[in-house]
């Protein structure tokens, strides 16, 4: 059986889950394992997020200055797509 080790757990955290463990009846081992099933288990029955509606974040987040400038004055484009130039690339390997 696999083994887990837990490292620098704080102290409250620690004693609150040994009080946890005493008052279950259970090994500190044996209530970790428990609330730790109890936890994936809520979490695979929790509905999937909602699907985002809208554009995301990175699509409206506002440009730097700097940038937006360089974009408006042409920079960064030569008219072409730059997907021809990736698959020459690819195809000349």
Do not use: C, N
């Amino acid at each position: 059986m696999p083994t887990l080790v837990i490292k620098s757990v704080p102290a409250k955290l620690h004693a609150r889950l040994k009080r946890t463990a005493a008052s279950h009846r259970r090994s500190l081992t044996q209530e970790t394992m428990h609330l730790l099933e109890k936890a994936l288990a809520a979490e695979d029955a929790a509905p999937p997020p909602a699907p985002r509606i809208g554009p995301s974040y990175w699509a409206t987040r506002p440009l730097q200055p700097a940038y937006a400038s360089a974009l408006a004055a042409g920079a960064f484009s030569d008219g072409e797509d730059s997907t021809a130039a990736v698959s020459a690339g690819r195809d000349e390997r």
